[in-house]
């Protein structure tokens, strides 16, 4: 029985105005944020850890199936991501970098990363020389990268299909996700505020101790001091959902971990400082200095203590205090004065900032045999147990009890 007109154009703007899928509100948001971090799944598990880094190998399953999300979901390259990516690290807050708030500015990164993206993607020497290993199977080279806004184009007909007219913000939000998150939000803030717990030899940061909204790229500062883990959390309050769902595809055998963040192992305390020693220190070199970190903060901590009992002026060590236990090329012009001041002031500090320089000598001066940097480990122990500083003394020692 054929319907009259006036039924089938009643139902055609039913089908518009609700879809196939007669959500509530507040389901249709469900929805979307499922879909998004399912998004952020592929790109930290799939592109980011298992392709871009080798940190892990993942099953045929999950690998082909964040490969057609990531196609429908962001209409992104495997090869030109991993690329990219890799050019990021490989020339990390220079000039070449592709997105780079230190060299290109916080807001062009933050609201134009996309673009920057799209970019860096056209440049041919970056894709041949960057992008090594990537999928080179047919479906890659026939369909995904060569149709990628066909695949955005059927995440927006199956949207329109469930929810109708609405269906089309949905699709905007998931369109949105990555550009903003990702390229603005990690790219940018990621290298720009935030804290730190090791001195990488960029300008990385970690923007929450939490990762979940961005599957744990928010702890940026630690994945780039261990590039090649497959776990970005270190500390015992960070969290990384990302690595929670990487655990639970290992326990069912659809992911192998290759690398996890280097552990600093502790013994019996040496009588002297050795080449065991030396090799535990230089391989664990970002842990050592995060502790020595610690061991400055607490001695300053101390001196301003001292300072407001005598109601004395705390503003020069107070601005210095965030950078006497960072690298001197990390310190901004603007709080070097300050810097010299406090040191000057406060022969405990300086001592320490002193003996921080002479500890990283140890892995950055390569023209010395190992015996002779085993030696000027030795040395510096010895120094740091006479010199009357406690903080001093107790970090020499639990250096003497390191191990691999």
């Known amino acids: 029985m054929l319907l009259p007109d006036s039924a089938i154009l009643s139902a055609a703007i039913d089908w518009l105005g609700n879809g196939l899928w007669d959500l509530t509100w507040w389901q249709i948001v ?3 944020l ?6 952020i ?16 190998d993942l099953h045929a399953i999950p690998s082909h199936f964040f490969r057609f999300w990531l196609w429908i979901g962001t209409g992104m390259v495997t090869r030109e991501w991993v690329a990219i990516h890799r050019k990021h690290h490989a020339k990390c807050e220079t000039e070449d970098d592709p997105h780079s708030p230190q060299t290109r500015g916080i807001d ?7 673009e920057l993206y799209r970019a860096e993607a056209k440049n041919k020497e970056t894709i041949a020389k960057f992008s090594h290993g990537t999928p080179n199977d047919w479906i890659e080279n026939n369909l995904y990268s060569r149709f990628g806004w066909q695949g955005v184009g059927l995440m927006l007909i199956l949207n329109l299909a469930l929810f109708g007219a609405l269906g089309a913000t949905v699709w905007a939000v998931q369109m949105l996700w990555i550009p903003f998150w990702a390229a603005g939000v990690v790219n940018g803030l990621g290298h720009y505020w935030g804290y730190r717990n090791f001195e990488a030899p960029d300008a990385s940061t970690n923007l929450s101790p939490w990762g979940i909204i961005i599957g744990g790229e928010e702890l940026h500062n630690n994945h780039h001091t261990y590039p090649t883990s497959a776990k970005f959390s270190v500390k015992k309050y960070e969290f990384d959902i990302g690595w929670v769902y990487i655990s639970l595809m290992q326990k069912i ?15 019996d305390v040496r009588p002297v400082a050795d080449e065991k020693t030396l090799e535990a220190v230089i391989a664990n070199r970002y842990e050592v200095m995060a502790g020595y970190a610690r061991e400055m903060r607490r001695a300053t901590r101390q001196e301003l203590a001292q300072l407001k009992a005598k109601g004395a002026d705390l503003s020069a060590l107070k601005v210095a205090k965030r950078w006497l ?16 001041q406090a040191r000057a002031a406060h022969p405990v500090l300086d001592k320490m900032v002193t003996m921080r320089e002479e500890l990283r000598q140890l ?21 740091a147990e006479a010199s009357g500083i406690a903080g001093l003394r107790e970090f020499s020692t639990r250096l003497r009890a390191a191990h691999t």
């Open 363 to 383: 892995w950055l001066n390569t023209s010395q045999s190992r015996e002779q940097l085993a030696a000027d480990l030795a040395a510096w122990c010895h120094r």
């Open 253 to 267: 055998g659809w992911a192998k971990v290759k690398k996890v963040p280097p552990r600093l192992l502790m013994g």
């Open 30 to 32: 469900l929805y979307t």
């Open 325 to 340: 236990h960072r690298d001197d090329d990390k310190v901004p012009a603007t709080a070097r004065s300050n810097l010299v």
């Open 41 to 56: 799944v592929a790109v930290t598990v799939f592109l980011h850890r298992a392709q871009a880094h080798r940190a892990m």
């Open 108 to 114: 062009t990164v933050m609201w134009r990363g996309a």
């Open 34 to 39: 499922v879909t998004t971090h399912i998004t």
